[in-house]
């Protein structure tokens, strides 16, 4: 066993170490999930097998002690019972070898972390300014995992039935041309919407999006101001959800052109038409319209396309350190 473990650890190790190197397209979901696997695989033995091993080894010494405390009394030799080499002996047999201790004595914590990651709460960091004013960069924020529904890790596939996707959501997704990464945006189309973004104006099913300007936005990383707005999106399909409108703010760039360059081969790219001034869509059945809030700085679903509902990862909701700005914890919408 020594010796197969050894195996076994140097395979996560050459795992991750390959992943970090960028010479394979790493998943810590499938790392966490196979760790708590082995893990908890070692810890069935050692609660079944080699535990009680273990215990009757012990049993069988503390008899074997006994006998000889009772054979050195009936040759009336008086032996205190604080043998130190018997304590160190029962001690010996107690202890858990090294491949034993790197495994099941690890399992409580890894299956903890993967319980909580998988179907709670899973942070991430936000590493670029797509999207500002709402996310900066550095933040460190937490998702919502049972939001949308529970979805079984690795696979991403939804067992139960969570809150519909509304828009105005901020969502954490798989990116659709390289599963392997997480993206955030926020949601601006459901299914069947029909999505127009013209000359820096949303439209959403024929009905231009309120925005209005608020004080200039003041970004420290740039050391430049921009023009900062907000928005009203409403959040349902049904007349009464429509009227519910849900606000945030955004950012335009008077300088960057209207058009869209750069644009990607992607499923139902039929459904958009694109010109000088932007953008118009048709959202298909189970998939959302995604743009960040920084909107001339952001690669979203203008780019690249819509995100299918087996993509979705959870809901951001909270911001709990940014260690370059504490002042950054809290809440947003």
């Known amino acids: 066993m020594p010796t197969f473990t ?3 650890l140097t395979c996560f190790v050459a795992y991750a170490t390959g992943w970090y190197s960028g010479k394979i397209e ?8 196979m760790a708590t696997v082995v893990s908890g695989t070692y ?10 091993r273990r215990r009757a080894a012990a049993i069988q010494l503390d008899e074997q002690h006994a006998k000889r405390l009772q054979d050195l ?13 018997y304590i160190k002996a029962r001690e010996e047999i107690y202890r858990q070898p090294w491949w034993m201790d790197w495994t099941a004595g690890l399992f409580p914590v890894i299956a903890a972390v993967f319980f909580l990651r998988s179907f709670l709460f899973e942070p991430f960091k936000i590493p670029s300014g797509s999207m500002i004013p709402t996310l900066h960069v550095g933040d460190l924020i937490l998702v919502n995992k049972f939001h949308y529904g529970i979805r079984l890790p690795v696979i991403n596939y939804q067992v139960t039935q969570g809150t519909p996707v509304n828009r105005g959501d901020v969502m954490v997704f798989r990116f659709p041309p390289k599963p392997s990464l997480d993206y955030i945006k926020r949601v601006v189309g459901v299914p069947g919407d029909k999505i127009a973004y013209l000359n820096k104006v949303l439209t959403l099913n024929g009905q231009p999006v309120s925005k209005v300007n608020i004080p200039e936005f003041f970004d420290a990383n740039n050391m430049r101001y921009s023009k900062q707005f907000e928005e009203d999106l409403p959040i349902g399909s049904s007349p009464s959800e429509m009227s519910t409108l849900r606000k945030h703010r955004l950012l335009n760039d008077d300088n960057t052109p209207n058009f869209v360059s750069g644009i990607e081969d992607f499923p139902f790219k039929e459904n958009c038409t694109y010109s000088v001034e932007g953008l118009e869509c048709t959202v298909p059945a189970g998939h959302y319209f995604m743009m960040g809030d920084n909107r001339d700085n952001s690669l979203d679903s203008r780019y690249w396309g819509f995100v299918p509902d087996q993509n979705i990862v959870g809901k951001a ?7 370059s700005n504490p002042s950054r914890v809290g809440g947003f919408d």
């Open 6 to 8: 050894a195996i076994v």
């Open 26 to 33: 790493g998943s810590f979901a499938l790392l966490l999930l």
């Open 43 to 52: 810890w069935i033995a050692e609660q079944f097998f080699y535990l009680p």
């Open 73 to 85: 009394k009936q040759q009336g030799i008086t032996v205190q019972d604080d043998d130190a080499s």
């Open 317 to 323: 909701f909270f911001v709990w350190m940014n260690f």
